[in-house]
Nanobody
Framework: QVQLVESGGGLVQAGGSLRLSCTAS????????MGWYRQAPGKQRELVAL???????NYAESVKGRFTISRDYAKNTVNLQMNSLKPEDTAVYYC???????????????WGQGTQVTVSS
């Protein structure tokens, strides 16, 4: 069993900042990637930022230069620093991880329950 505990969502004015955090715990042998997706009302869930275990990061074009993802590998934590927020960033943000429960088991993905980010104009 894996748990992802998210924190940091909320309401902020356009141009403001928020920091999201997500910590994974439970039956985890190792984590390959952790990151954040978001889903706005009436839209599909989309990648925001992803960090892989080899240090690579991927960002949605719409957030490049404004959002920064970081990992604490020892604590199985991923953070998302969001600056210069825009109303179009309003969405439910979901933490994601791809992990292995043991050295000889196939990987699996897991999602957090989501945290609401609302940016007012």
């Amino acid at each position: 069993q894996v748990q992802l505990v998210e924190s940091g969502g909320g309401l902020v004015q356009a141009g403001g900042s928020l920091r999201l955090s997500c910590t994974a715990s439970g039956s985890i042998f190792s984590i390959n990637s952790m990151g954040w997706y978001r889903q706005a009302p009436g839209k599909q869930r989309e990648l925001v930022a992803l960090s892989t275990s080899d240090g690579h990061t991927n960002y949605a074009e719409s957030v490049k230069g404004r959002f920064t993802i970081s990992r604490d590998y020892a604590k199985n934590t991923v953070n998302l620093q969001m600056n210069s927020l825009k109303p179009e960033d309003t969405a439910v943000y979901y933490c994601f991880c791809y992990y292995y429960s043991d050295y000889d088991r196939p990987g699996d993905d897991y999602w957090g329950q989501g945290t609401q980010v609302t940016v007012s104009s």
